[in-house]
């Protein structure tokens, strides 16, 4: 076979295959010659948080109320109230036998509780993608529900934010270890202003957790 006739079979198989390709992915679906149809890039939003139960068991250690009380809800405080010592991680430092576990604490409240909530808080703010000045910590509440799960409650700056975003729903999940606590929020978006992220001043922040 003469190398005139092996390109002539080449590029009918070329085509062959190339239009098998076409019928298979319509122009517009992404792998044909039409760009992919897309939804809203801002319908939805995840922030996630990672929070070390330490660092909260730190800031309730060296602030007490002052640090319980602006940061955390009422109900906040509640859910997170034990009638008990409990276990909590250790401070950032701490020596001995017990370093590296979690240990006794005579705080009224769990620390994986409230380290769980700060996360989740956290992770609301990224959802909220606020511009400068941040939300009040209390005006981002975490709520547990009569069957066991928890949602979130804005007010303030925060619910000023979910409105102008156009975000119509929220879910959190929130979940804790003895060293650490995670929390992951989405939110779905019916579309609105977009606001960029950025790191705020210690004074806008109010307080850090640790």
């Given at each position: 076979m003469s190398d005139a006739s092996v390109d002539r079979?080449?590029?009918?198989?070329?085509?062959d295959t190339l239009e098998q390709v076409r019928r298979m992915f319509p122009a517009g679906d992404g792998c044909g010659t039409g760009p992919a149809p897309v939804g809203p890039s801002?319908?939805?939003?995840?922030?996630?948080?990672?929070?070390?139960?330490?660092e909260v068991a730190a800031s309730v250690e060296r602030l007490g109320r002052r640090y319980l009380y602006r940061v955390f809800t009422p109900h906040e405080r509640a859910c997170a109230r034990v009638g008990?010592?409990?276990e909590t991680a250790p401070v950032t430092g701490t020596a001995?036998?017990?370093a590296?576990?979690?240990?006794?604490?005579?705080?009224?409240?769990?620390?994986?509780s409230l380290a769980g909530r700060f996360a989740a808080k956290e992770a609301a703010v990224k959802v909220?993608?606020?511009?400068?000045?941040?939300?009040?910590?209390?005006?981002?509440?975490?709520?547990?529900?009569?069957?066991?799960?928890?949602?979130?409650?804005?007010s303030g700056l925060a619910a000023v934010l979910a409105a102008e975003a156009g975000?119509?729903?929220?879910?959190?999940?929130?979940t804790h270890e003895p060293m650490m606590a995670a929390a992951c929020v989405v939110a779905m978006s019916e579309g609105g202003a977009t606001a960029w992220?950025?790191?705020?001043?210690?004074?806008?922040?109010?307080m850090s957790h640790g």
């Open positions: 079979i080449a590029r009918a198989l070329r085509t801002d319908s939805m939003r995840v922030g996630m948080d990672l929070v070390p139960v330490a008990s010592p409990v001995g036998p017990g590296g576990r979690g240990v006794r604490s005579s705080a009224p409240y769990s620390m994986q909220l993608r606020p511009r400068g000045a941040r939300p009040e910590w209390r005006s981002i509440e975490v709520r547990r529900v009569a069957g066991g799960w928890c949602e979130l409650r804005l975000i119509s729903t929220l879910a959190v999940s929130v992220h950025r790191k705020s001043s210690p004074e806008q922040e109010g």
